[in-house]
């Protein structure tokens, strides 16, 4: 919904306004001017304009966020007439200097600004602040007005262009969180015990040499991104254990993570992802953290077993073990970890078999055991069991082991999740999978986002036509398999599918007509295999490279050389475009989508990347589905 502000007709004084609630257009300038608003706070609406404010004389503003709204151009010199003011956000609103005078604000306390190329007048900062972000400020120096601070509650200079050493006094001028992230610092006092930091994020900058002590009782901390190259010394480990955070990841760290990490007992996420740890991973980790929901060991060198006696009280939402040397069994003791969102062990020597037990966990939505040793059939017991398996699973990526045998329907039919969109926000965990032929790093995976692989196995058999019953995947892969038959006809209901592989299988027959309607497919291959007939001469099939349909002797017609006979033509009511009726069977599907976007719109279109996402495509609908159809018919 698009909300505007309308004119004020108040019978009292307006003297506070939220307006944090999605706001489109521009921001009319009469509300600056109400004489007796104290309070404003318009942060977070990124459609919104702001427009040359003028703030008035007397005005009686004490609290002004902008934040994040696009207020773009110079700072205003009439907001020197809010003598009252005590707090000013004008953060990521695009601003340049100069920055206007804090001598005219003698009550302020707080503020943040993002201004390019802003000049400060740092003699006239007040020594009072409780807190101060100069975020994004283009700045080249640690201001040094900061020196006769004593009691800065909160002090963020993340995303500037400081180099250098992180200057030593900056340790005792207060702070209860100092963010100096997204910056060029090159190195940092090797121990900092005696400032008084709870909360230090220090991550993308290029400090090189042995990890830095942090101070005593820490709470959160992030040295990720930079260049540490040391092993961590026996005294960090007591240093963090108060924190319920810490993040140590893409270093180039060594050696073995003691088990006095044991003590840190307040942990809740633990990131030492693209490191060069090595040794067994601590068992405390998964048997006696209570705490901890995030346990991200990613591309390291751990070896040996996982843990086999993982508690009851188990509170993990994502275990990420991909890219190590772990050997042995899963723990059949992982379904105690009943919040359990995302499970990554590829890329490891794990070896099983298919762990079907993992279908109780309630929540878990990504599973990626690629790249293992697993091994077997896939079966089921599915008739024996009262309660769904993997009822809210988007992400399943079994490729590069040795399962073999067929690919039951029920193991199919048990994923509602693909079925059907269900209403919620979008999940933020990030995991690494093989999309579109390349490996990419999900950062976001959104409520919506579906994807199966299953290549490089030895599945045999045909493909169950239930596949189609899917209608939300984004990604199939069933490539590098023995799979025989014909493709399911009811593939071509999956009209959301991006990307699909079927090559080097011993699939036969045509290729389903009704394919030509996936109008949202971008990659498709389906070579090496038995298929005959005519390629469908869709406007989306013709964008398909002949790399596409290669190694199938008796298929026919663009984009590859061969030309089809005259009995290889398909008829007049398979082909593509040769109706002016709309199908309607497809066109259901297409609706199905877009009510199903109508359910999450409400929390997409509040989410920067939900709304892109949402928006395109709608479009693509439009303009591949509903557009042509129109044009089919007025010729």
Same mark, same amino acid.
């Not at 007397?58 to 020197?80: C, D, H, M, T």
């Not at 001028?173 to 994020?201: E, K, M, W």
């Not at 389906?526 to 008796?554: A, C, E, V």
């Given at each position: 919904?698009? &909300?505007?502000?309308?004119?004020?007709h108040c019978s009292r004084p307006v003297q506070s306004l939220h307006l944090g609630c999605g706001l489109t257009g521009t921001f009319p300038s009469w509300i600056f001017r109400i004489k007796s608003l104290m309070y404003l706070d318009v942060s977070g609406n990124e459609n919104l304009c702001v427009e040359s404010p003028e703030f008035i004389q007397g005005s009686a503003l004490q609290v002004l966020r902008l934040s994040g709204i696009k207020f773009s151009g110079k700072i205003p010199e009439s907001i020197g007439?809010?003598?009252?003011?005590?707090?000013?956000?004008?953060?990521?609103?695009?601003?340049?200097?100069?920055?206007?005078?804090?001598?005219?604000?003698?009550?302020?306390?707080?503020?943040?600004?993002?201004?390019?190329?802003?000049?400060?007048?740092?003699?006239?900062?007040?020594?009072?602040?409780?807190?101060?972000?100069?975020?994004?400020?283009? *700045?080249?120096?640690?201001?040094?007005?900061?020196?006769?601070?004593?009691?800065?509650?909160?002090?963020?200079?993340?995303?500037?262009?400081?180099?250098?050493?992180?200057?030593?006094?900056?340790?005792?001028?207060?702070?209860?969180?100092?963010?100096?992230?997204?910056?060029?610092?090159?190195?940092?006092?090797?121990?900092?015990?005696? #400032?008084?930091?709870?909360?230090?994020?220090?991550?993308?900058?290029?400090?090189?040499?042995? *990890?830095?002590?942090?101070?005593?009782?820490?709470?959160?901390?992030?040295?990720?991104?930079?260049?540490?190259?040391?092993?961590?010394?026996?005294?960090?480990?007591?240093?963090?254990?108060?924190?319920?955070?810490?993040?140590?990841?893409?270093?180039?760290?060594?050696?073995?993570?003691?088990?006095?990490?044991?003590?840190?007992?307040?942990?809740?996420?633990?990131?030492?992802?693209?490191?060069?740890?090595? !040794?067994?991973?601590?068992?405390?980790?998964?048997?006696?953290?209570?705490?901890?929901?995030?346990?991200?060991? &990613?591309?390291?060198?751990?070896?040996?077993?996982?843990?086999?006696?993982?508690?009851?009280?188990?509170?993990?939402?994502?275990?990420?073990?991909?890219?190590?040397?772990?050997?042995?069994?899963?723990?059949?003791?992982?379904?105690?970890?009943?919040?359990?969102?995302?499970?990554?062990?590829?890329?490891?020597?794990?070896?099983?078999?298919?762990?079907?037990?993992?279908? =109780?966990?309630?929540?878990?939505?990504?599973?990626?055991?690629?790249?293992?040793?697993?091994?077997?059939?896939?079966?089921?017991?599915?008739?024996?069991?009262?309660?769904?398996?993997?009822?809210?699973?988007?992400?399943?990526?079994?490729?590069?082991?040795?399962?073999?045998?067929?690919?039951?329907?029920?193991?199919?039919?048990?994923?509602?999740?693909?079925?059907?969109?269900?209403? !919620?926000?979008?999940?933020?965990?990030?995991? #690494?999978?093989? *999309?579109?032929?390349?490996?990419?790093?999900?950062?976001?995976?959104?409520?919506?986002?579906m994807y199966i692989d299953l290549s490089n196995n030895n599945f045999m058999g045909v493909i169950p036509n239930v596949i189609g019953d899917l209608k939300f995947l984004k990604q199939l892969n069933l490539s590098r398999n023995s799979f025989t038959g014909e493709i399911p006809p009811r593939i071509a209901y999956m009209l959301q599918l991006e990307s699909l592989d079927l090559s080097y299988n011993q699939l036969s027959g045509e290729i389903p007509p009704a394919m030509a309607a996936m109008s949202f497919l971008?990659?498709?291959?389906?070579?090496?295999?038995?298929?005959?007939?005519?390629?469908?001469?869709?406007?989306?099939?013709?964008?398909?490279?002949?790399?596409?349909?290669?190694?199938?002797?008796?298929?026919?017609?663009?984009?590859?050389? &061969?030309?089809?006979?005259?009995?290889?033509?398909?008829?007049?009511?398979?082909?593509?475009?040769?109706?002016?009726?709309?199908?309607?069977?497809?066109?259901?599907?297409?609706?199905? =989508?877009?009510?199903?976007?109508?359910?999450?719109?409400?929390?997409?279109? *509040?989410?920067?990347? !939900?709304?892109?996402?949402?928006?395109?495509?709608?479009?693509?609908?439009?303009?591949?589905?509903?557009?042509?159809?129109?044009?089919? &018919?007025?010729?």
């Amino acid at each position: 919904m698009r &909300r505007h502000v309308g004119p004020c007709h108040c019978s009292r004084p307006v003297q506070s306004l939220h307006l944090g609630c999605g706001l489109t257009g521009t921001f009319p300038s009469w509300i600056f001017r109400i004489k007796s608003l104290m309070y404003l706070d318009v942060s977070g609406n990124e459609n919104l304009c702001v427009e040359s404010p003028e703030f008035i004389q007397g005005s009686a503003l004490q609290v002004l966020r902008l934040s994040g709204i696009k207020f773009s151009g110079k700072i205003p010199e009439s907001i020197g007439n809010l003598r009252n003011l005590t707090e000013l956000d004008l953060s990521n609103c695009l601003l340049y200097g100069p920055i206007p005078s804090f001598s005219q604000w003698p009550m302020i306390s707080r503020v943040d600004l993002s201004v390019e190329d802003g000049n400060h007048s740092y003699a006239e900062y007040p020594n009072f602040w409780d807190h101060l972000g100069l975020a994004s400020c283009n *700045l080249s120096y640690v201001p040094k007005f900061l020196m006769h601070q004593s009691s800065i509650f909160y002090l963020d200079l993340s995303s500037n262009n400081i180099g250098g050493h992180i200057p030593d006094w900056i340790w005792g001028i207060g702070y209860f969180a100092l963010n100096l992230s997204h910056n060029s610092f090159t190195s940092i006092n090797t121990n900092l015990s005696n #400032t008084s930091i709870c909360d230090f994020d220090l991550h993308s900058n290029k400090i090189e040499g042995a *990890l830095p002590l942090p101070p005593w009782g820490i709470e959160r901390v992030d040295y990720s991104n930079n260049h540490f190259n040391s092993s961590i010394m026996p005294e960090f480990w007591s240093r963090i254990s108060s924190a319920t955070s810490l993040s140590l990841a893409n270093n180039s760290l060594i050696g073995e993570v003691s088990h006095l990490i044991c003590s840190a007992t307040y942990i809740e996420v633990l990131d030492f992802s693209f490191n060069s740890f090595s !040794g067994l991973i601590p068992p405390c980790l998964l048997k006696r953290k209570e705490r901890l929901k995030i346990l991200n060991l &990613r591309g390291n060198n751990f070896h040996g077993p996982l843990p086999q006696d993982i508690i009851n009280k188990c509170a993990l939402q994502i275990i990420d073990l991909n890219g190590n040397k772990l050997e042995g069994k899963l723990p059949v003791s992982m379904i105690n970890c009943q919040m359990l969102q995302v499970l990554d062990l590829g890329n490891n020597m794990i070896v099983d078999t298919y762990p079907e037990w993992l279908g =109780v966990l309630p929540l878990l939505k990504v599973l990626v055991l690629k790249s293992n040793r697993f091994h077997g059939p896939i079966d089921y017991e599915m008739n024996k069991q009262t309660h769904p398996f993997f009822p809210e699973l988007q992400v399943l990526d079994l490729s590069s082991n040795s399962f073999n045998g067929s690919i039951p329907t029920r193991f199919l039919k048990q994923f509602k999740a693909m079925m059907v969109i269900s209403p !919620g926000a979008p999940n933020m965990e990030s995991v #690494t999978v093989s *999309l579109k032929g390349q490996e990419t790093t999900l950062v976001q995976i959104l409520s919506v986002f579906m994807y199966i692989d299953l290549s490089n196995n030895n599945f045999m058999g045909v493909i169950p036509n239930v596949i189609g019953d899917l209608k939300f995947l984004k990604q199939l892969n069933l490539s590098r398999n023995s799979f025989t038959g014909e493709i399911p006809p009811r593939i071509a209901y999956m009209l959301q599918l991006e990307s699909l592989d079927l090559s080097y299988n011993q699939l036969s027959g045509e290729i389903p007509p009704a394919m030509a309607a996936m109008s949202f497919l971008e990659v498709l291959n389906l070579s090496y295999n038995h298929l005959s007939g005519m390629i469908p001469q869709s406007s989306q099939f013709l964008t398909f490279p002949n790399t596409s349909f290669l190694g199938n002797d008796r298929l026919c017609g663009k984009p590859l050389a &061969r030309l089809c006979e005259t009995n290889h033509a398909p008829s007049a009511a398979a082909t593509p475009g040769s109706s002016k009726e709309l199908n309607w069977e497809f066109l259901s599907v297409e609706v199905g =989508v877009v009510s199903g976007l109508a359910i999450v719109a409400a929390t997409m279109l *509040l989410w920067g990347n !939900g709304r892109g996402w949402v928006y395109w495509h709608v479009d693509k609908f439009w303009l591949q589905v509903v557009q042509p159809w129109i044009c089919r &018919r007025r010729h």
